[in-house]
């Protein structure tokens, strides 16, 4: 039996007091008039599956990427961490934290500089040690969290300057561990404790066990639309930034509205017309606009049916198919359309 301490249940709300430096208000959260559906809700939850490796916070406006199994539940939420280094020399970066909404870096964190597109890849490095330090950079004094990384990412940084952000393995050519953007963290949080690995003997692999999180769970929903202030967030990188909906400067959109920036769903059954009417072939109509989507334009090699729609996620435009020609080799014509609303 284990002890009391680790297992336990509560049938009502906790308060865990924590000390914490940050004070004032900050009001991330841009408010805009007449906006009905900011800051909506899923009805699900799911699993922060990349806490923090200790007693930390994730703020207001913390982006996250809500990622749902094949049937568009069960999601997983992986927080988009993000670190910025001011300095570095060979295997030590100095990361910024005299500003209080920073992230922080925790020994065997594995991170990489930020890619140029959002889900891209780079060298993956494990955080082998931090330190808090003060450095003096042009005459000015900066307290940083000192990290050792297990190799040397120094050259991939902008005259020893860039944002860090978690990769999904260490390595060459791994995987930026948050793919997308998609939902925000709405409030304050605080992790409390060390999550630590354990093998489960309930799980068969190849080895015979598998592991999984114990001691600390953390479940959160995130909201699934919201704009900010980009000053009163964490630091952002130039991938994440190419993903913002917002075209006023000094705010960030985070949208749910899938294919289109509007204000109410309704609206699809009017772009459902509008795509009908672009058709014009009454045997290609379309009941729905699921799309296909993309980093890049679709080519006349992009395969879909005449009125299919694609998303190209890089800047948001939608292309739909208008026309199919040849008979072995087919040719595929993409025309980019504007909804009206």
């Known amino acids: 039996m284990k002890p009391y301490k680790e297992i336990g249940v509560f049938r009502g709300r906790t308060l865990i007091q924590k000390r914490g430096k940050i004070g004032g208000s900050r009001n991330v959260f841009v408010k805009i008039q007449g906006e009905k559906n900011d800051l909506v809700f899923p009805t699900f939850g799911g699993v922060i599956r990349n806490p923090f490796k200790g007693d930390a916070k994730m703020f207001a406006g913390d982006l996250c990427w809500f990622k749902t199994d094949a049937n568009g539940s069960n999601p997983d939420i992986y927080l988009l961490k993000v ?66 990384t297990s190799a040397n990412i120094s050259s991939a ?3 020893g300057k860039g944002i860090l952000v978690e990769a999904a393995a260490v390595g060459s050519n791994k995987k930026m561990l948050v793919e997308t953007v998609n939902a925000v963290i709405d409030s304050d949080c605080d992790f409390f404790g060390t999550p630590k690995i354990v093998a489960n003997t309930n799980l068969t692999t190849a080895s015979g066990t598998d592991t999984e999180f114990d001691a600390v769970r953390y479940f959160y929903t995130p909201a699934l639309g919201g704009t900010m202030y980009t000053k009163k967030m964490s630091p952002l990188p130039d991938c ?102």
Request: charged share 20%; net charge negative; proline share 3%.
């Open 83 to 148: 670190f910025e280094v001011i300095s570095a020399s060979g295997t030590t970066l100095n990361i910024e934290k005299d500003n209080g909404y920073r992230h922080i870096p925790f020994v065997n964190d594995v991170v990489m500089v930020a890619p140029s597109i959002a889900g891209g890849t780079g060298t993956g490095v494990k955080i082998t040690a931090v330190e808090d330090a003060t450095v003096t950079i042009d005459e000015v004094e900066h307290e940083v969290w000192q990290i050792t």
């Open 157 to 159: 940084l902008n005259n």
């Open 240 to 341: 994440i930034k190419a993903l913002n909906r917002s075209n006023i400067n000094g705010w960030f959109r985070v949208d749910w509205y899938d294919m289109r920036n509007l204000p109410d769903t309704t609206y699809v059954n009017e772009a459902i017309a509008e795509v009908n009417s672009e058709i014009g072939d009454v045997d290609s109509k379309v009941d729905n606009l699921a799309p296909l989507s993309g980093a890049e334009d679709p080519t006349t090699a992009t395969v879909g049916y005449v009125g299919q729609l694609y998303m190209q996620t890089t800047d948001g435009g939608v292309f739909m198919c208008t026309a199919i020609t040849g008979t072995d080799e087919k040719t595929y014509t993409w025309k980019e359309i504007t909804f009206v609303s």
